[in-house]
Protein backbone atom coordinates (compact mmCIF):
# COMPACT_ATOMS: atom_id res chain seq x y z
CA UNK A 1 0.00 0.00 0.00
CA UNK A 2 2.59 2.15 0.75
CA UNK A 3 4.49 1.88 -3.07
CA UNK A 4 1.28 2.51 -4.18
CA UNK A 5 1.40 6.00 -2.66
CA UNK A 6 4.82 6.98 -3.78
CA UNK A 7 4.14 5.04 -7.54
CA UNK A 8 4.56 8.25 -9.96
CA UNK A 9 0.91 9.29 -11.81
CA UNK A 10 1.04 7.97 -15.57
CA UNK A 11 -0.66 11.20 -17.32
CA UNK A 12 -2.35 10.73 -20.80
CA UNK A 13 -2.98 13.62 -23.03
CA UNK A 14 -6.32 12.79 -24.94
CA UNK A 15 -7.53 14.48 -28.30
CA UNK A 16 -10.22 16.71 -27.36
CA UNK A 17 -14.35 15.38 -28.64
CA UNK A 18 -14.95 12.23 -30.28
CA UNK A 19 -11.57 10.38 -29.85
CA UNK A 20 -11.28 10.80 -26.28
CA UNK A 21 -15.03 9.46 -25.84
CA UNK A 22 -14.03 6.49 -27.38
CA UNK A 23 -10.64 6.36 -25.84
CA UNK A 24 -11.63 6.71 -22.42
CA UNK A 25 -14.58 3.48 -23.40
CA UNK A 26 -11.63 1.54 -24.43
CA UNK A 27 -9.35 1.90 -21.13
CA UNK A 28 -12.96 1.13 -19.29
CA UNK A 29 -12.97 -2.08 -21.01
CA UNK A 30 -9.66 -3.04 -18.81
CA UNK A 31 -10.66 -1.23 -15.74
CA UNK A 32 -8.84 2.11 -16.42
CA UNK A 33 -11.62 4.63 -15.39
CA UNK A 34 -11.99 8.25 -14.55
CA UNK A 35 -15.14 8.95 -12.77
CA UNK A 36 -14.24 12.84 -12.46
CA UNK A 37 -13.98 12.93 -16.44
CA UNK A 38 -17.91 11.99 -16.94
CA UNK A 39 -19.14 14.88 -15.51
CA UNK A 40 -19.81 16.88 -19.07
CA UNK A 41 -20.64 20.41 -17.14
CA UNK A 42 -17.01 20.43 -15.58
CA UNK A 43 -14.59 23.50 -16.97
CA UNK A 44 -11.82 21.33 -15.27
CA UNK A 45 -9.07 20.72 -17.59
CA UNK A 46 -7.13 17.98 -16.03
CA UNK A 47 -8.87 14.65 -14.56
CA UNK A 48 -7.34 12.56 -11.43
CA UNK A 49 -7.88 9.13 -10.36
CA UNK A 50 -5.69 8.81 -7.11
CA UNK A 51 -6.72 5.06 -6.76
CA UNK A 52 -4.54 3.94 -9.78
CA UNK A 53 -2.18 7.23 -10.05
CA UNK A 54 -3.59 8.14 -13.13
CA UNK A 55 -4.10 11.51 -14.73
CA UNK A 56 -6.02 12.54 -17.96
CA UNK A 57 -6.17 16.00 -19.70
CA UNK A 58 -8.15 16.98 -23.26
CA UNK A 59 -5.75 18.93 -25.79
CA UNK A 60 -6.85 20.15 -29.24
CA UNK A 61 -5.23 17.38 -31.22
CA UNK A 62 -2.22 18.82 -32.83
CA UNK A 63 -0.77 20.08 -29.24
CA UNK A 64 -1.07 15.71 -28.02
CA UNK A 65 1.98 14.98 -29.87
CA UNK A 66 3.58 18.24 -28.46
CA UNK A 67 2.87 16.99 -24.90
CA UNK A 68 3.98 13.96 -24.81
CA UNK A 69 7.39 14.75 -26.87
CA UNK A 70 8.08 16.86 -24.04
CA UNK A 71 7.40 14.46 -21.08
CA UNK A 72 4.07 16.38 -19.61
CA UNK A 73 2.04 13.71 -21.04
CA UNK A 74 3.71 9.80 -20.72
CA UNK A 75 0.57 8.67 -23.47
CA UNK A 76 -1.29 10.50 -25.78
CA UNK A 77 -4.10 9.15 -28.24
CA UNK A 78 -4.28 11.06 -31.64
CA UNK A 79 -5.18 10.91 -35.64
CA UNK A 80 -2.45 9.19 -37.23
CA UNK A 81 -2.96 12.11 -39.62
CA UNK A 82 -1.94 14.42 -36.49
CA UNK A 83 1.30 12.10 -35.63
CA UNK A 84 2.28 12.44 -39.09
CA UNK A 85 1.85 15.98 -39.59
CA UNK A 86 3.88 17.08 -35.92
CA UNK A 87 6.40 14.05 -37.01
CA UNK A 88 7.00 14.49 -33.34
CA UNK A 89 9.98 12.54 -31.27
CA UNK A 90 7.60 10.10 -29.76
CA UNK A 91 6.71 6.16 -30.30
CA UNK A 92 3.77 5.17 -31.79
CA UNK A 93 2.63 2.27 -30.11
CA UNK A 94 -0.64 0.58 -30.99
CA UNK A 95 -3.16 1.67 -33.51
CA UNK A 96 -6.67 1.62 -31.34
CA UNK A 97 -8.50 0.66 -34.20
CA UNK A 98 -11.57 3.40 -34.10
CA UNK A 99 -11.62 6.58 -36.05
CA UNK A 100 -11.26 5.23 -39.37
CA UNK A 101 -10.84 7.18 -42.36
CA UNK A 102 -8.64 7.96 -45.20
CA UNK A 103 -6.11 10.59 -46.07
CA UNK A 104 -7.29 11.34 -49.72
CA UNK A 105 -6.08 13.66 -53.27
CA UNK A 106 -9.29 15.06 -53.97
CA UNK A 107 -10.48 17.62 -56.60
CA UNK A 108 -13.29 18.00 -59.51
CA UNK A 109 -12.62 15.04 -62.02
CA UNK A 110 -10.90 17.05 -64.20
CA UNK A 111 -8.38 17.09 -62.00
CA UNK A 112 -7.20 13.57 -62.79
CA UNK A 113 -6.09 14.22 -65.77
CA UNK A 114 -3.16 17.02 -63.96
CA UNK A 115 -2.24 14.09 -61.65
CA UNK A 116 -1.56 11.55 -64.24
CA UNK A 117 0.33 13.65 -65.93
CA UNK A 118 2.30 14.92 -63.17
CA UNK A 119 1.92 18.39 -64.07
CA UNK A 120 3.07 21.72 -61.82
CA UNK A 121 -0.10 22.05 -59.94
CA UNK A 122 -1.82 23.67 -56.53
CA UNK A 123 -2.64 21.62 -53.26
CA UNK A 124 -4.42 22.80 -50.32
CA UNK A 125 -4.23 21.12 -47.51
CA UNK A 126 -4.05 21.57 -44.07
CA UNK A 127 -1.15 18.86 -43.93
CA UNK A 128 1.39 20.10 -45.96
CA UNK A 129 3.98 17.77 -44.56
CA UNK A 130 1.66 14.62 -45.21
CA UNK A 131 1.23 16.25 -48.59
CA UNK A 132 4.75 17.07 -49.37
CA UNK A 133 5.64 13.63 -48.41
CA UNK A 134 3.08 11.82 -50.90
CA UNK A 135 3.64 14.15 -54.07
CA UNK A 136 7.23 14.50 -53.60
CA UNK A 137 8.86 11.07 -52.27
CA UNK A 138 6.50 9.22 -52.92
CA UNK A 139 5.02 10.00 -56.82
CA UNK A 140 7.83 12.37 -57.56
CA UNK A 141 5.64 15.58 -58.91
CA UNK A 142 6.55 18.83 -58.26
CA UNK A 143 3.71 20.50 -56.90
CA UNK A 144 3.45 23.82 -55.37
CA UNK A 145 1.48 23.39 -51.45
CA UNK A 146 -0.70 25.87 -49.91
CA UNK A 147 -1.49 25.87 -46.30
CA UNK A 148 -5.10 26.01 -44.91
CA UNK A 149 -6.89 25.61 -41.51
CA UNK A 150 -10.08 24.34 -42.47
CA UNK A 151 -13.16 23.71 -45.01
CA UNK A 152 -9.93 23.04 -47.22
CA UNK A 153 -12.90 21.77 -49.79
CA UNK A 154 -12.96 25.13 -50.90
CA UNK A 155 -9.98 25.40 -52.20
CA UNK A 156 -10.47 23.99 -55.58
CA UNK A 157 -14.15 25.33 -55.72
CA UNK A 158 -13.23 29.62 -55.65
CA UNK A 159 -10.06 28.59 -57.76
CA UNK A 160 -7.22 28.85 -54.95
CA UNK A 161 -5.95 24.97 -55.69
CA UNK A 162 -6.47 22.42 -58.22
CA UNK A 163 -6.93 19.68 -55.62
CA UNK A 164 -6.43 18.70 -51.74
CA UNK A 165 -4.94 16.48 -49.83
CA UNK A 166 -7.60 16.20 -46.80
CA UNK A 167 -9.38 13.32 -44.68
CA UNK A 168 -12.32 11.87 -46.06
CA UNK A 169 -14.46 9.97 -43.66
CA UNK A 170 -17.80 9.34 -45.58
CA UNK A 171 -17.33 11.30 -47.99
CA UNK A 172 -20.31 13.40 -47.79
CA UNK A 173 -18.40 16.37 -47.48
CA UNK A 174 -16.77 15.97 -51.23
CA UNK A 175 -20.27 15.27 -52.46
CA UNK A 176 -22.28 17.66 -51.24
CA UNK A 177 -19.63 20.26 -52.85
CA UNK A 178 -19.30 18.39 -56.10
CA UNK A 179 -15.69 16.73 -55.64
CA UNK A 180 -14.28 13.19 -55.39
CA UNK A 181 -11.36 11.29 -54.24
CA UNK A 182 -8.47 11.15 -56.85
CA UNK A 183 -5.75 9.41 -55.15
CA UNK A 184 -5.35 7.02 -51.46
CA UNK A 185 -2.59 8.38 -49.83
CA UNK A 186 -3.09 6.38 -46.49
CA UNK A 187 -5.41 4.98 -44.17
CA UNK A 188 -6.22 6.67 -40.75
CA UNK A 189 -6.88 5.71 -37.61
CA UNK A 190 -6.70 6.78 -33.87
CA UNK A 191 -3.04 5.88 -32.79
CA UNK A 192 -1.34 5.74 -29.13
CA UNK A 193 2.06 7.57 -28.89
CA UNK A 194 4.38 7.25 -25.75
CA UNK A 195 7.19 9.45 -24.53
CA UNK A 196 10.55 7.38 -25.10
CA UNK A 197 11.99 8.18 -21.41
CA UNK A 198 8.49 6.98 -20.43
CA UNK A 199 8.21 4.32 -21.82
CA UNK A 200 11.69 3.17 -20.36
CA UNK A 201 11.33 4.87 -16.79
CA UNK A 202 7.65 2.94 -16.68
CA UNK A 203 8.21 -0.14 -18.93
CA UNK A 204 6.37 -2.55 -16.81
CA UNK A 205 3.06 -0.50 -16.20
CA UNK A 206 2.94 0.85 -20.09
CA UNK A 207 3.96 -2.27 -21.80
CA UNK A 208 1.37 -3.95 -19.27
CA UNK A 209 -0.70 -1.25 -20.67
CA UNK A 210 -0.34 -1.92 -24.21
CA UNK A 211 -1.13 -5.66 -23.86
CA UNK A 212 -3.75 -5.65 -22.71
CA UNK A 213 -5.46 -2.59 -24.94
CA UNK A 214 -3.62 -5.10 -27.79
CA UNK A 215 -5.94 -8.00 -26.91
CA UNK A 216 -9.53 -5.74 -27.26
CA UNK A 217 -8.21 -3.90 -30.59
CA UNK A 218 -7.58 -6.71 -32.64
C1 LIG B 1 -12.95 16.92 -41.89
C2 LIG B 1 -12.21 16.88 -43.21
C3 LIG B 1 -13.34 16.97 -44.23
C4 LIG B 1 -14.47 16.23 -43.54
C5 LIG B 1 -14.54 14.83 -44.08
O1 LIG B 1 -13.20 18.24 -41.59
O2 LIG B 1 -11.30 17.95 -43.31
O3 LIG B 1 -13.68 18.30 -44.48
O4 LIG B 1 -14.16 16.18 -42.14
O5 LIG B 1 -15.61 14.10 -43.54
P1 LIG B 1 -16.70 13.40 -44.46
O6 LIG B 1 -15.96 12.61 -45.51
O7 LIG B 1 -17.44 12.49 -43.51
O8 LIG B 1 -17.58 14.45 -45.06
P2 LIG B 1 -13.62 18.76 -40.17
O9 LIG B 1 -15.06 18.45 -39.92
O10 LIG B 1 -12.69 18.22 -39.15
O11 LIG B 1 -13.50 20.35 -40.29
P3 LIG B 1 -12.52 21.28 -41.12
O12 LIG B 1 -12.97 21.17 -42.57
O13 LIG B 1 -12.73 22.63 -40.60
O14 LIG B 1 -11.13 20.78 -40.94
Given at each position: ????K?????T?A?CK????N??????EQ???????MR????RK???VNE??R??????????????V??G???I????A??????N?R????LD?G???CRMC??????A????K?????????K?P???K??????K?QT?D?????????LG??V?????????V??GGT?????????E????LS????????S?????E???G?I????E???
Open positions: MENKEERYLFLGRLAKTLELLIGITCEEDKDSLIFEQLKFFLSKGPDVPTYEYAADGVVGDVVMEERVYEVLFGKVCGPETGELLHHERIRVATYLIAEYFFNKHVIIKLNGSVEPIGLSDVIVDIETLRENGLGVLEVCPARMIVNPVMRMEYRINLHRLKICE
